[in-house]
């Protein structure tokens, strides 16, 4: 079963969005699991302080490493599982690293306030992790972002596999537009095609589609498909 840990100063926000609809089932089939550990539990002292002032000034704090490291030493027991930080200067998360990340179980830690003791990040082998060039005010939405990401991966959890393959960036493609019922809405017809029951041309143009919207809308991704069809 694939698990996630969470550390974080803020563990009523868990499961939180992970905890509703598919994601719900799944944890109940114990297709996955998740663990929110509560980095202020290891605080030393009665305040519960887990941040500090900077060292050589500036404004916002900063949150000790003894103090997360405390937390990541007493519950991650494998020391093979990843440790991700969540932070705006990490790699950015796409679906690549999202199905790579999905064949180990994972510990996310997230930050606040300014960020983390530079030294936790080095002597715990801890790879940063950005869901994008914008500064959040602290990880847990991140940590949210990846999670989804991944869980929908795990066989069992979505109800049809075959949805996952045609999605947006298998293939570097776009998908294609979804219509359903009513075949006629507000003046807008179905594109014809979807009501023909001809399975090829159906195929043929969904992909007809999906190059289209990729080549107008991410020319890096058209790039890429370009190269690699
Ligand atoms: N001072 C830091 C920003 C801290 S933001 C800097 O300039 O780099 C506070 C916390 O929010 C971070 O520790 C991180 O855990 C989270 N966070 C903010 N933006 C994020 C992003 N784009 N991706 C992932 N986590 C982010």
């Known amino acids: 079963m694939w698990t996630a840990k969470v550390f974080t100063l803020y563990p009523e926000l868990f499961p939180g969005p992970l905890g509703s609809g598919l994601y719900k089932k799944a944890l109940e089939k114990k297709l996955w699991s998740l663990e ?7 605080a030393l002292d009665k305040h519960k ?3 500090d002032t900077p060292f050589g000034g500036g404004s916002g704090m900063v949150m000790r490493a003894d103090i997360v490291a405390k937390s990541l030493d007493k519950n991650i027991l494998d020391k093979n599982e990843p440790i ?20 180990k179980n994972i510990n996310i830690i997230c930050g606040h306030f300014e960020g983390i003791d530079q030294r936790l990040l080095e002597t715990r082998n801890i790879k940063e992790v950005s869901i994008g060039d914008f500064v959040l005010s602290g990880g847990e939405i991140a940590a949210y972002v990846l999670i989804d990401a991944i869980v929908r991966l795990i066989p ?7 949805s996952l393959e045609e999605e947006t ?12 019922k009513p075949s006629k809405w507000e003046e807008k017809q179905v594109p014809e095609v979807l009501l023909s029951g001809d399975h090829a ?7 007809s589609q999906s190059e289209y919207i990729t080549r107008r809308r991410r020319p ?10």
Do not use: C, H
């Open 201 to 207: 041309k159906i195929k043929d143009w969904r992909l």
């Open 49 to 51: 302080t887990v941040d």
């Open 169 to 180: 960036f298998e293939k570097s493609l776009l998908e294609y537009p979804q219509y359903t």
């Open 36 to 42: 929110v550990i509560n980095i202020r539990d290891y």
């Open 220 to 229: 890096d991704l058209w790039k890429k498909y370009k190269k690699d069809k």
């Open 84 to 103: 991700i930080y969540l932070s705006p200067k990490g790699k950015k998360f796409d679906q690549a690293y999202a199905k790579e990340i999905l064949s």
């Open 156 to 162: 069992g959890v979505l109800g049809n596999s075959n």
